[in-house]
């Protein structure tokens, strides 16, 4: 019998709010994080809208020296971390080896790279930062929360674009219940919004285009949907050998009970016909929860307000949980509000499913307002809505036809 | 500004240290708590701020804000 895995911690910083409690109500509200673009000039952009983390000054968390080392996709990780690992009041009840880090990024450090890219080219190769290594590869987010919080257990990241973070929760799920860790901080962070972040994302015409109306141009599932909006931020649960958190008194927000993992083989962008993937992800994650579809009560989806996303993981869902029950199963995507925040997307949304249990209210598809053809499922329209939940999924995807579901359930002890 | 003043401006931007630390006596590694690659961040700071390129045999004899300030002096650099 495998250990079972709770969540006894949760930290968000995004375009919607600075900690998961603040995000949680803008996203139960319908608020969006969608503005113009101000990190960069969104001029030359054929997409100009963005979710920036706003009024973000990196001195409130880091000292001088540290601030000018770490990329600012590796301080939304930390920021994330720390929000997860106080607020679970876990620190000096670990041991430090005991305790792992399983944060990855989609990217990683694109602004440092660009920097010193120009660096080199303007000045010669010898006037590279030499941080520049360190403070750019995707994993340095996991290694710099290992030395703050002092976690010494394992420690990795994944890598999986927009569902780097769904991994990381998956991966930590079963190196917690094989008794690799007694906690995991798991997560993901991302910080794309650079020329060559929203450049790259331009040019595959992935991006909303809606640039005079910033505040729903992200529109899961809606028939003017047109892209979905590029979000940076970070997001980190710390995740906790059930017994663990019992003999601390920890407060338990949700059990995490089951992950299925999957690859479309198909196409390095595109979703396989009819979500054939993401359906297969699904289903191994309902069976390694010991459950049955029935017995699913609210999906968040990966929901990314594109057209092929929406339409095909439309498709799975129903082919996952059969027609009948997909029907009467709701399904909401909170990109509505927050945009893509890729590599940080899966742990935002696996917090809000947790929320979302822990409460019994389910948060809307805040910006849909007339469902496509072919989107007919129950996407919790423009409002929040109250519902008394046991099992929920959540839904990542990513660039490279990777596909990571998680199944949460309500913690009842 | 005089040389002693740029170099301990150079050194409290790049290692994030406080001013009364920056003695002339102060070592990098010991007393201002650098490793080996904050060291060559703050040589190449030098370097940019002076207009002169400083060799790693050289480099790796400035151990000291003292060191670095008579070095610097040697090479005549604009002040």
Redesign the interface.
Known sequence: MYKRVVITGTGIIGPVGKTADESWKNALSGVSGIRRMSLIDPEQFTSQIAGEVREFDPLDYF????EKRIDRYAQFAMIAAREAYEGSEIEGRVQPERLGVIIGSGIGGIATLENEHKVAMERGVG?I???FCPMMISNIAAGRVGIDLNAKGLNFATVTACATSGHAIAVALDMIRLGRADAILAGGSEAPITLTGVGGFCQLKALSTRNDDPETASRPFDIGRDGFVISEGGAVLLMEELEHARSRGADIIAEIVGAGMTCDAYHITAPAEGGEGSARAMVLAIEDAGIKPADVDYINAHGTSTQLNDINETEAIKSALGLEKAMSTPVSSTKSVTGHMLGAAGAVEAIFTAFSLREGILPPTATLVEPDEGCDLDYVPGRARKADITYALSNSLGFGGHNVTITLKKYSG | MSLESRVTEIIID???VKPEQVTMEAQFDTDLGADS?DQ??LI?GFE?AFGLRIDEDEAAKLTTVGKVVEYLREQDVDQ
């Open positions: 000292d001088r020296k540290l006037r930062n030499p941080f | 790049k290692l994030g690659i060559y961040e190449m940019d």
